[in-house]
Nanobody
């Protein structure tokens, strides 16, 4: 199982960013995917989940601003982040649990600052 995130960067408050996660090594369409974020020195926190049926769930802090989606044909999962705030600054990771083992990508840094 391999996950590779990309798309992070430096943006100003109110702007948008789209994170992507390229996956391989498992039958993507059969698994739910999730995005987490981590502040320095803190534990990773769940941001958004998309099931294999494309049902979604979000942390309250991002509800209405972030959208998780998936492309089963390309084995990709995305996180569209709108109306970004300074408190969204974090390292973002995509993740999957396959055969009871959770795999993480290397992460992509998102910095929201004026």
């Amino acid at each position: 199982v391999q996950l590779v995130e990309f798309g992070g960067g430096l943006v100003q408050p109110g702007e948008s960013l789209r994170l992507s996660c390229a996956t391989s090594g498992f039958t993507f369409m059969n698994y739910g995917m999730s995005w987490y974020r981590q502040y320095p020195g803190k534990e990773r926190k769940l941001v958004a989940v998309i099931g294999d049926d494309s049902r979604t769930s979000y942390a309250n802090s991002v509800k209405g601003r972030f959208t998780i989606s998936r492309n089963n044909a390309e084995n990709m999962v995305y996180l569209q982040m709108n109306s970004l705030k300074s408190e969204d600054t974090a390292m973002y990771y995509c993740s999957v649990v396959v055969s009871l083992e959770r795999t993480w990508g290397q992460g992509t840094q998102v910095t929201v600052s004026s």
